[in-house]
């Protein structure tokens, strides 16, 4: 990706570099000598003449993100919190997964009926097929349901766009997502960085319309959900996932 692409209003080259989220919240912790730190904060809308600590942490487990950093702001006269979801990517053209679940979770999230629960299912592996001469004998792709299957998926997804987007950007428990941060580890250079507001990153990665791609998987706006995969073929294999690029942000 061109240089000149990279360099957006929200984005810079950092002024040091850092290696992982835990740099990151230790860069949110030194604010007051760092300078990326301190256009963050700014960009997040705080004065930092009004500042007096902040506070970050970083959240791993089943929250929302894969890495989360909880960031605690202390003011004269309160304290704001705000929780950063932080990408790492070291290739441009590279896919990072933002959800992956067991079916029967996403049905619970978002009333999907039984028909769809099943198609999705035979989809990832769940149900394993009965029909011969399929791309991949463990599943069926959703290119190779029949039509009305096809137009049911397409039909859910894009009724329920908003909800799933949301969900799986920016989560639906007490830590919802307010940044993310995409941190483009360029080779022999300083990272470059990008932080925008979850509405901004709702808006580049659900825009869009919902279809059955080429290779029979299915597209919301700029993600990607398909069969997790991998795992050494274990059950796990058999979860569902959605995929972005991150690099997106840039654009």
Known sequence: MAKKK???????????????????????????????????????????????????????GSHKTDVQVQIAIYLKEAVSIENLSVKLVS???????????????????????SSITKALKSFTGEIKPKRKGLRDKRRIFFDEMDISTQKAIVGFFRKNKILVVSDILKGNDEFL?????????????????????INYVLNIFGGGNVKITDN???KIGKITMQRKGGDAGRETSKMLQFKINPMELFK
Do not use: C
């Open 6 to 60: 990279l360099i957006k209003l929200g984005s810079k080259t950092a002024k040091s570099g850092f290696k992982n989220e835990r740099d990151i919240a230790k860069k949110f912790n030194n604010w007051k000598d760092d300078k990326d730190s301190q256009e963050w904060l700014k960009i997040m809308g705080y004065k930092l003449k009004e500042i007096e600590k902040v506070k970050a942490i970083v959240i791993t």
């Open 91 to 113: 290739n441009p053209q590279g896919f990072n997964q933002i959800d992956k679940r067991w079916i029967d979770k996403y049905v619970e999230m978002w009333g999907i009926p």
């Open 177 to 197: 997502v307010n940044w993310m941060m995409v941190v483009f580890k360029n080779k022999n250079k300083n990272p470059e960085w990008i932080l925008k507001h």
């Open 216 to 218: 029979g998987s299915l």
